[in-house]
C-alpha cells in the first residue's frame, strides 16, 4: 500500500516539475538579461550590435504580458541612456523604473483603458525623430491591451467582433486579420508611427512558427493579409452578416481603396526596422525536456506548434501515446512526451473552461479507452499516463486557472461522484469538472507568454 501511494504521487509531482522548469526558462526578465548585454555605448543583442552614442534619445515601448518585465530589465540595462518609456501592465501592476510610466490595459477584451494606452504609445512613438532610438518589446497579449478602433469603429464594436470570434473558435491568425484592418496601430502602423526613428523588436512569441505578422497583431511588422482576408475570415464563421455596421462599413471602404491597406513588405518604414525572437515555445519545449531527463524520463518533443480543435488534438495525441507505449513495452522505461502550440475550442455548451482543461478532459477520456492504459481493456499491466495542459501565460480562457491534468484516479474519481466526464466535455465544462475531482493547474500570472505547454508522461513500471 504505501509503496502504490508513492507512485500515485509521483507522476503529479514530476509534471509540476516539468512545467515549472518550462516556465523558469521563459520568464521573460530572464530572457531580456540573457539576450541584452551592455559595455559602455555598445548594446550587444543576439550578435546584433548598436552603438548607443549614435543616437539622440532612447525610447522604450512595451506591450503585451510580459510587458513590465521586459521594459523594467531593459530600463536597468539602458539606464541613463533611456529616455522615456511606456509599459502597458494588468491594472494595480507597477513598474519601479524611474522612466518608465506603467499604463493599465485590459485582456482579453480591450476596454477604455486599452484605448488610452494606444493613443499613449502611438504618441511617444510620434516624438521619435531620425537620430532616435526605440524599442518595442513585445510579447502576445497586446492586440486587447493596445486597442485603437479604426472611425467609425467604435470599441464596443471591436469587443463583439473579437468576442464572437473566439466563441466561434476562429485561430490566432484569422482574429488578428480582422483585428489589425479596425486599427490605428496593428498592422505595421505604430512602425509608421515612429519612422523615421530606428525601432529595434524584442519579441517574445505567442503564436506557432513565431509568425511576425500575427504576435500582437504585428504592429511593427508589415501585414500580408487583405481586407478581403478580413471579411473573409467574418463570412467564414458566419458572422459577416451581423458584424456592426461600422465594421462592415470600414472593410468594404478598404476593399474599394478608399481607405489604405495595412503596411506591407518594402515599404520604406521597415528599412528601419530590426526584430529579434527572444524566447518561444520551443525554449520553453527544451527546458522542460531538459527537466523531464533529469527526472528519469525519455523525453520526446512531439510538437513546438500544434493548432486546432482541442477534442480534435486530443484524440491524435492519445493514439499516438498509445502506439509510443505499446512499441516500448520491452524498454518498460518512463516516457515524457511533449507539444506546445494554441488550440481552439468551439463554444457550443454554457459550461466554463478553457482550451487547456477542455483539451485534458478529453484526453482522459480517449486514454481511459486505449491500451495499454486502461486496466478495463484487458491489459495485464496497464501503464500508468498523466496528461497536462497549460497556458504559459497563467490563464486558460475566462477562468483563474492556467490548465489541468489528468489521470486514471481523476476518471475513478469522477466515477464515484457521479460525474459524467461526457456530459462536462459536451456542454465546455472543463473548468467544473477538474474543479470537483481535482486536477486544476492554478499558477496566477505568470512572467511570459510563449502559446501553451502539454505533456503526457507514461509509467510502465507503475503498472
Known sequence: MMKAKRRRRYLPDAAQKIFKAALREVAADRLVRRSVHRQGSRLSIRGRVFDLNSYERVFLIAIGKAAPFMAETLARVLGSRLTEGIAVCRPGQRVSAEKITCLPAAHPLPDERSVRAARRIVNLAQKAGAKDLVFVLISGGASAQVCLPRPPVTLADKRLVTDELLRAGADIVELNTVRKHLSGVKGGRLAEAAYPARVVNLVLSDVVGNDLESIASGPTHWDSTTYADARRTLKKYRLWAKAPDAVRTVIKAGLTGLIPETLKK??????????????????????????????????????????????????????????????????????????????????????????????????????????????????????????????????????????????????????????????????????????????????????????????????????
Request: aromatic share 8%; with cysteine; hydrophobic share 40%.
Open 266 to 463: 518594402g515599404d520604406r518604414v521597415f528599412r528601419n526596422v530590426s526584430t529579434l525572437v527572444i524566447g518561444d515555445n520551443g525554449t520553453a519545449l527544451t527546458a522542460a525536456a531538459g527537466r523531464a531527463k533529469r527526472l528519469g524520463f525519455r523525453p520526446v518533443i512531439l510538437c513546438a506548434g500544434d493548432s486546432g480543435e482541442a477534442r480534435e488534438a486530443a484524440r491524435e495525441y492519445a493514439s499516438i501515446a498509445a502506439g509510443v507505449a505499446r512499441s516500448e513495452k520491452t524498454k518498460r522505461a518512463p516516457l515524457c512526451l511533449l507539444s506546445g502550440g494554441e488550440l481552439t475550442v468551439t463554444v457550443k455548451g454554457k459550461g466554463r473552461g478553457g482550451r487547456n482543461t477542455e483539451f485534458v478532459l478529453a484526453s482522459l477520456l480517449e486514454f481511459m479507452k486505449r491500451q495499454p492504459f486502461s486496466p478495463a481493456n484487458a491489459v495485464p499491466h496497464a501503464w500508468k499516463f498523466l496528461v497536462a495542459s497549460l497556458g504559459t501565460d497563467g490563464r486558460d480562457g475566462p477562468t483563474d486557472a492556467a490548465g489541468a491534468w489528468a489521470d486514471a484516479a481523476t476518471a475513478l474519481r469522477a466515477a464515484k461522484r457521479n460525474l459524467s466526464a461526457e456530459e462536462y466535455l459536451e456542454r465546455n465544462d472543463s473548468y467544473n469538472f477538474f474543479k470537483k475531482t481535482g486536477g486544476l493547474i492554478i499558477t496566477g500570472p505568470t512572467r511570459t507568454n510563449v502559446m501553451d505547454l502539454r505533456l503526457f508522461l507514461l509509467d510502465p513500471a507503475a503498472g
